[in-house]
Protein backbone atom coordinates (compact mmCIF):
# COMPACT_ATOMS: atom_id res chain seq x y z
CA UNK A 1 0.00 0.00 0.00
CA UNK A 2 1.85 2.76 1.40
CA UNK A 3 5.60 3.20 1.61
CA UNK A 4 6.90 4.90 4.44
CA UNK A 5 9.06 8.26 3.34
CA UNK A 6 10.81 11.13 4.77
CA UNK A 7 12.01 14.41 3.31
CA UNK A 8 14.27 17.56 4.29
CA UNK A 9 12.52 20.59 3.89
CA UNK A 10 14.15 23.57 5.76
CA UNK A 11 16.78 21.24 7.87
CA UNK A 12 13.43 19.84 9.44
CA UNK A 13 12.48 16.12 8.99
CA UNK A 14 8.90 15.15 8.65
CA UNK A 15 6.95 11.86 8.43
CA UNK A 16 5.11 11.20 4.96
CA UNK A 17 1.39 12.02 5.38
CA UNK A 18 0.96 8.47 3.99
CA UNK A 19 2.16 6.99 7.88
CA UNK A 20 -0.65 9.62 9.11
CA UNK A 21 -2.99 7.98 6.83
CA UNK A 22 -2.08 4.32 7.12
CA UNK A 23 -2.62 4.89 11.43
CA UNK A 24 -5.87 6.74 10.32
CA UNK A 25 -7.07 3.83 8.33
CA UNK A 26 -6.02 1.26 11.30
CA UNK A 27 -7.67 2.92 13.59
CA UNK A 28 -10.80 3.19 12.02
CA UNK A 29 -10.71 -0.71 11.45
CA UNK A 30 -10.41 -0.93 14.78
CA UNK A 31 -13.17 1.00 16.09
CA UNK A 32 -15.43 -0.49 13.48
CA UNK A 33 -14.36 -3.90 15.24
CA UNK A 34 -15.26 -2.75 18.25
CA UNK A 35 -18.34 -1.27 17.64
CA UNK A 36 -19.76 -4.75 15.63
CA UNK A 37 -18.27 -6.58 18.51
CA UNK A 38 -20.64 -4.15 21.02
CA UNK A 39 -23.12 -3.93 18.94
CA UNK A 40 -23.70 -7.38 18.62
CA UNK A 41 -26.92 -9.11 20.37
CA UNK A 42 -26.08 -10.67 23.45
CA UNK A 43 -28.31 -13.67 22.69
CA UNK A 44 -26.41 -14.62 19.89
CA UNK A 45 -22.75 -14.11 21.40
CA UNK A 46 -21.01 -15.28 24.85
CA UNK A 47 -19.57 -13.02 26.11
CA UNK A 48 -15.27 -13.48 25.82
CA UNK A 49 -12.83 -12.94 28.78
CA UNK A 50 -10.04 -10.18 27.61
CA UNK A 51 -6.58 -9.82 28.96
CA UNK A 52 -5.60 -6.61 28.17
CA UNK A 53 -2.07 -6.12 28.81
CA UNK A 54 -0.62 -2.36 28.56
CA UNK A 55 2.85 -1.05 28.85
CA UNK A 56 2.06 2.64 30.93
CA UNK A 57 -1.35 3.98 32.12
CA UNK A 58 -1.07 6.37 29.09
CA UNK A 59 -1.59 4.09 26.28
CA UNK A 60 -4.52 2.36 28.55
CA UNK A 61 -6.47 5.69 28.75
CA UNK A 62 -5.17 6.35 24.65
CA UNK A 63 -7.72 3.29 23.92
CA UNK A 64 -10.04 3.30 26.63
CA UNK A 65 -13.03 4.29 23.58
CA UNK A 66 -12.45 1.12 22.30
CA UNK A 67 -12.40 -0.69 25.68
CA UNK A 68 -15.51 0.98 26.70
CA UNK A 69 -16.97 0.00 23.21
CA UNK A 70 -15.94 -3.99 24.19
CA UNK A 71 -17.17 -3.57 27.77
CA UNK A 72 -20.10 -2.22 26.95
CA UNK A 73 -21.11 -5.21 24.49
CA UNK A 74 -20.95 -7.45 27.63
CA UNK A 75 -17.25 -8.62 27.35
CA UNK A 76 -15.39 -8.78 30.46
CA UNK A 77 -11.98 -7.13 30.00
CA UNK A 78 -8.66 -7.91 32.56
CA UNK A 79 -6.38 -5.14 32.39
CA UNK A 80 -2.48 -5.83 33.62
CA UNK A 81 0.63 -3.96 33.55
CA UNK A 82 2.91 -5.58 31.01
CA UNK A 83 5.53 -5.77 34.14
CA UNK A 84 3.18 -7.95 36.17
CA UNK A 85 5.22 -11.01 36.63
CA UNK A 86 1.63 -12.58 38.07
CA UNK A 87 -0.09 -12.68 34.43
CA UNK A 88 -0.69 -16.11 33.24
CA UNK A 89 -2.63 -17.16 30.76
CA UNK A 90 -3.80 -20.38 32.14
CA UNK A 91 -4.53 -22.25 35.29
CA UNK A 92 -5.18 -25.67 36.08
CA UNK A 93 -4.40 -26.63 31.90
CA UNK A 94 -7.44 -24.19 31.87
CA UNK A 95 -7.27 -20.54 29.77
CA UNK A 96 -8.42 -17.65 31.88
CA UNK A 97 -8.96 -15.83 28.31
CA UNK A 98 -10.52 -16.26 25.40
CA UNK A 99 -8.36 -13.09 23.98
CA UNK A 100 -5.21 -11.16 24.73
CA UNK A 101 -5.18 -7.31 23.51
CA UNK A 102 -1.69 -6.43 23.35
CA UNK A 103 -0.75 -2.35 24.13
CA UNK A 104 2.98 -3.04 24.36
CA UNK A 105 4.44 -1.23 22.03
CA UNK A 106 7.89 -1.00 23.32
CA UNK A 107 8.05 -3.68 25.81
CA UNK A 108 10.45 -6.10 25.52
CA UNK A 109 9.19 -8.54 27.53
CA UNK A 110 5.51 -9.84 28.76
CA UNK A 111 5.01 -10.49 32.47
CA UNK A 112 8.82 -10.52 33.48
CA UNK A 113 8.99 -13.38 30.88
CA UNK A 114 5.66 -15.74 31.62
CA UNK A 115 4.38 -14.65 28.28
CA UNK A 116 6.44 -15.33 25.53
CA UNK A 117 5.54 -15.87 21.43
CA UNK A 118 5.66 -19.55 22.42
CA UNK A 119 2.99 -19.20 25.70
CA UNK A 120 1.18 -16.83 22.39
CA UNK A 121 1.41 -19.10 19.95
CA UNK A 122 0.23 -22.27 21.75
CA UNK A 123 -2.48 -20.12 22.82
CA UNK A 124 -3.53 -19.15 19.39
CA UNK A 125 -3.64 -22.78 18.17
CA UNK A 126 -6.27 -23.45 21.05
CA UNK A 127 -8.61 -21.10 19.95
CA UNK A 128 -7.48 -18.24 21.71
CA UNK A 129 -7.25 -14.86 19.99
CA UNK A 130 -3.84 -12.25 20.15
CA UNK A 131 -4.32 -8.86 18.68
CA UNK A 132 -1.12 -6.84 18.95
CA UNK A 133 -1.05 -3.05 19.16
CA UNK A 134 2.83 -2.18 18.18
CA UNK A 135 4.38 1.41 17.22
CA UNK A 136 7.06 2.74 15.09
CA UNK A 137 9.89 1.40 17.07
Known amino acids: LCQLASFQASGTCFKDMATTLRMTCLW ?17 VSAERILV ?4 QGILDAHSLLLSAIQEGGHS ?6 DDSSIR ?3 YGEYLYD ?3 LLVPTAE ?17 QGGN ?6 PQ
Open 53 to 56: IFED
Open 99 to 101: TVL
Open 109 to 125: EIGNGAITSKTLAQFVD
Open 89 to 91: LEE
Open 130 to 135: VMLFAG
Open 28 to 44: AVVLVAALAVASTPQSN
Open 77 to 82: IVAAPS
